[in-house]
């Protein structure tokens, strides 16, 4: 019966549509990366429902064989042996081809930074012509080989093509199986620890902190870079075609960029709003000639800097989400209220927002911690049985094999038989599927959530899952031990013609297994790193190190500064600005997240005192940020920065004005009945009295500068603007 297995796979589509989801946006990914992507994960995830189809059919083959088919009921999910046999031979060449042809190609492809379609993909061939030249070389060589011991026909041909991407899919089975087997249970062991969890993250801030920085420099420098064959390439100029592409894929930041470079003599100016955006750190890159191959590198270095930004600041804003998170969770864990008081979540105010408050708040502070450790008790359980069936593999008599002796002498049958294979397979789907997404190949491979993976990455990762289907599905009936052939052992039965690399390094190799699980349980990777002092995280409740304390610094900072900011912008739905632009120019007094907030009001008084926004935006002292209305309005009107009387007056007044500031956030995070800011009730950001400054958006990342937008980035309060260096904030 079709019907059934179908529903199974259309589900199955609509699960791997919302994990890629995940990965990428679809409206933003070229389609050929979406489709090809698509079908290659619901090929690798759809084993683990033909599998138990592909035992249970055979099953039941051999008990009409024995005992009438009077005797033997017809599963539910039974698909005619033949049929099944087509199907595995369809998903087989199809994830061959996609994986060693189609992807490969579409990889480079992606990546060439040339203008037209054909010139891409010239490039992307001619990438592969060395891989595709070594492939035909080896090839050539086992043929002769095959030639040599035994008579050459097109089954031997096809069998030794199996055989060798079944050897290459084992081996890479086993490195990533066996590091999932020990890292799934010991990472859910850990989760339940929450306060190793925040040291953890606070160890981490550093690196993401860090990373937002030089990704930000290299994008300055890049555009620089643009702005020097901007200059050299003139209007009739055969190659200012391609240029005005480059450009165009430039962010708004780019104009600010252009301004900076061509008014550098202006000290004031440069000095501090160069310090912001760091835009007077270099000087222009003095071009001499202009080749096709250097637009083109120009090209593919734009797009993937642009990139790199947007991805550097999407993971820092999530990773500082997830933080605070953590902590509201800690703090309110012996609450009286039984209520969790979310620092930047707004409070429930509907009819059901008492019964919620206390589930969420007895689930996340009691329920999760014990339920994660069952988890683990119950995987790590799990893991030890696949190991064991691994290593007892090629023992057939005694049958040693746990999930062998369920599926023969349980008397399971029907859906319950069919359940138990697939909750086995799909584990072992999850620890090797789950070690690949965690991989990270420099910035060639990596799978980034929130949708900031790359097409590369993405196809990269499909690539891979190709290969490692079938190794997995052949890996999982081997030492299932079946006395009936399977449709699948059929369709990969031809690999007995090559000798080594046929049936027996699929039963014997597994074995190595353990080898990878005891390396990944004493954590040898980690010791090797360390080593070469690169600093590693321990999970151990002794463990110090000072990126902890620098990382719980930062938090506090930036911290601060969000509480000051409405809740609906305390984490804008843009991340692509760094944040850390501002600290070259703070006082030793100050932290990093308040001197932010002072920068912003500094440059937001200055144009107010000068005229507001309606100020000459045209004069030559002015300064445009961004191309889109709402970022270039604010900024083109700054001119006033280079008089200091605009910066430094009224200074005892400001730090009253940021005691109120203070004093309000305060008393709305304590509030339990006060509801949430709408954006009705906020002042709009074209405000006359201009209060609300349009530059704080783009400092904390709450404006689209990166993609030529304008966001909104009103704030209920005056900003100050900063004091001497001998006044602190109380924190």
């Known amino acids: 019966m079709w019907f059934p297995f179908v529903c199974e796979i259309v589900l199955l589509g609509v699960l791997v549509s919302l994990l890629l989801r995940r990965y990428i946006d679809w409206k933003t990914t070229p389609l050929y990366v979406y489709c090809s992507t698509w079908i290659g994960w619901l090929m690798c995830f759809g084993i683990v429902c033909l599998?138990?189809?592909?035992?249970?059919?055979?099953?039941?083959?051999?008990?009409?064989?024995e005992i009438g088919e009077q005797q033997c009921p017809e599963p539910i999910t039974y698909i005619q042996p033949h049929a099944l046999e087509q199907l595995w031979r369809g998903m087989y060449w199809t994830a061959f081809f996609l994986t060693w042809i189609i992807y490969p190609v579409?990889?480079?492809?992606?990546?060439?930074?040339?203008?037209?379609?054909?010139?891409?993909?010239?490039?992307?061939?001619?990438?592969?012509?060395?891989?595709?030249?070594?492939?035909?070389?080896?090839?050539?060589?086992?043929?002769?080989?095959?030639?040599?011991?035994?008579?050459?026909?097109?089954?031997?041909?096809?069998?030794?093509?199996?055989a060798v991407a079944n050897t290459w899919g084992i081996i890479l089975l086993i490195a990533l199986m066996g590091y999932g087997l020990v890292e799934i249970p010991r990472w859910m062991w850990l989760r339940a620890n929450r306060e190793l969890t925040l040291r953890h993250y606070q160890f981490q801030t550093v690196a993401l902190y860090n990373a937002t920085h030089n990704?930000?420099?290299?994008?300055?420098?890049?555009?620089?870079?643009?702005?020097?064959?901007?200059?050299?390439?003139?209007?009739?100029d055969p190659f200012r075609l391609y240029i005005d592409v480059i450009i165009s894929k430039c962010p708004a930041l780019y104009n600010s960029t252009e301004v900076i470079n061509r008014e550098s003599s202006n000290s004031r100016v440069s000095g501090l709003l160069g310090n912001i955006i760091g835009g007077n750190r270099d000087g222009p890159e003095v071009v001499t000639e202009v080749y096709y191959s250097k637009l083109v590198t120009l090209h593919n270095k734009l797009k993937m800097s642009v990139f790199d930004a947007e991805r550097a600041g999407c993971l820092y804003t999530e990773h500082l989400r997830k933080t605070y998170r953590l902590q509201d969770i800690i703090s309110n864990y012996n609450n009286s209220d039984h209520v969790i008081a979310w620092t930047f979540q707004p409070r429930r105010i509907h009819k059901f927002a008492w019964y919620i408050d206390r589930?969420?708040?007895?689930?996340?502070?009691?329920?999760?911690?014990?339920?994660?450790?069952?988890?683990?008790?119950?995987?790590?359980?799990?893991?030890?049985?696949?190991?064991?069936?691994?290593?007892?593999?090629?023992?057939?008599?005694?049958?040693?094999?746990?999930?062998?002796?369920?599926?023969?002498?349980?008397?399971?049958?029907?859906?319950?038989?069919?359940?138990?294979?697939f909750l086995a397979l799909a584990y072992e789907a999850l620890c090797a599927y789950s070690t690949l997404f965690k991989i990270r190949i420099f910035n060639f491979y990596r799978?980034?959530?929130?949708?900031?993976?790359?097409?590369?990455?993405?196809?990269?990762?499909?690539?891979?899952?190709?290969?490692?289907?079938?190794?997995?599905?052949?890996?999982?009936?081997?030492?299932?031990?079946?006395?009936?052939?399977?449709?699948?052992?059929?369709?990969?039965?031809?690999?007995?013609?090559?000798?080594?690399?046929?049936?027996?390094?699929?039963?014997?190799?597994?074995?190595?297994?353990?080898?990878?699980?005891?390396?990944?349980?004493?954590?040898?990777?980690?010791?090797?790193?360390?080593?070469?002092?690169?600093?590693?995280?321990?999970?151990?409740?002794?463990?110090?190190?000072?990126?902890?304390?620098?990382?719980?610094?930062?938090?506090?900072?930036?911290?601060?500064?969000?509480?000051?900011?409405?809740?609906?912008?305390?984490?804008?739905?843009?991340?692509?600005?760094?944040?850390?632009?501002?600290?070259?120019?703070?006082?030793?007094?100050?932290?990093?997240?308040?001197?932010?907030?002072?920068?912003?009001?500094?440059?937001?008084?200055?144009?107010?005192?000068?005229g507001g926004t309606g100020g000459d935006s045209g004069s030559d002292e002015g300064i445009g940020m961004a191309s889109s209305s709402s970022s270039s309005s604010s900024l083109s009107s700054s001119s006033s920065l280079s008089s200091s009387s605009s910066i430094d007056r009224d200074r005892d007044r400001d730090w009253d004005r940021l005691e109120r500031v203070r004093s309000k956030a305060a008393q709305r995070a304590r509030s339990p009945k006060e509801p949430p800011l709408s954006s009705s009730s906020l002042p709009s950001s074209s405000s006359s009295?201009?209060?609300?400054?349009?530059?704080?958006?783009?400092?904390?990342?709450?404006?689209?500068?990166?993609?030529?937008?304008?966001?909104?980035?009103?704030?209920?309060?005056?900003?100050?603007?900063?004091?001497?260096?001998?006044?602190?904030?109380?924190?």
């Not at 999760?368 to 593999?393: D, E, G, H, K, N």
């Not at 074995?511 to 002092?533: A, E, P, Q, R």
């Not at 404006?703 to 260096?725: A, C, F, I, Q, V």
């Open 106 to 162: 579409s990889q480079s492809y992606a990546l060439a930074g040339d203008f037209t379609i054909i010139e891409r993909l010239r490039e992307a061939l001619h990438a592969n012509i060395l891989f595709y030249a070594i492939a035909a070389v080896a090839g050539l060589g086992g043929l002769v080989w095959l030639l040599a011991i035994q008579q050459l026909d097109w089954s031997t041909i096809v069998g030794l093509v199996m």
């Open 689 to 731: 009295d201009g209060r609300f400054p349009r530059l704080f958006g783009a400092v904390l990342g709450g404006s689209k500068l990166m993609r030529g937008g304008g966001g909104n980035t009103d704030h209920e309060e005056l900003l100050p603007r900063g004091g001497g260096e001998n006044r602190s904030v109380d924190r």
């Open 51 to 65: 599998v138990p189809v592909d035992i249970l059919a055979s099953n039941h083959t051999a008990c009409i064989a």
């Open 359 to 421: 589930v969420e708040w007895f689930w996340l502070t009691r329920l999760y911690p014990v339920f994660m450790r069952l988890c683990s008790l119950f995987f790590a359980l799990l893991s030890l049985v696949i190991v064991w069936s691994q290593v007892t593999a090629f023992v057939q008599t005694p049958d040693l094999s746990i999930f062998s002796w369920f599926v023969k002498w349980a008397h399971m049958k029907g859906l319950l038989l069919q359940s138990v294979v």
């Open 447 to 610: 799978l980034i959530p929130h949708q900031q993976t790359d097409s590369n990455s993405i196809m990269f990762s499909a690539a891979y899952l190709c290969r490692l289907a079938a190794p997995l599905s052949f890996n999982f009936i081997n030492f299932l031990h079946q006395s009936v052939t399977t449709s699948f052992s059929k369709v990969m039965g031809k690999m007995d013609v090559v000798p080594f690399l046929g049936n027996n390094f699929s039963i014997y190799f597994p074995i190595l297994v353990v080898v990878i699980c005891l390396l990944t349980l004493f954590n040898v990777g980690s010791k090797i790193l360390t080593l070469f002092k690169i600093k590693q995280f321990k999970f151990e409740d002794d463990f110090n190190d000072q990126q902890i304390d620098e990382g719980r610094k930062i938090l506090a900072d930036d911290k601060e500064a969000r509480e000051l900011l409405p809740l609906e912008r305390a984490f804008p739905t843009s991340h692509v600005v760094s944040e850390s632009r501002l600290d070259a120019t703070r006082p030793g007094g100050l932290g990093k997240g308040m001197w932010r907030v002072m920068t912003a009001r500094r440059l937001e008084e200055g144009a107010h005192d000068s």
């Open 215 to 236: 990704t930000w420099d290299d994008l300055l420098k890049t555009l620089k870079t643009v702005k020097a064959y901007d200059d050299k390439i003139k209007r009739h």
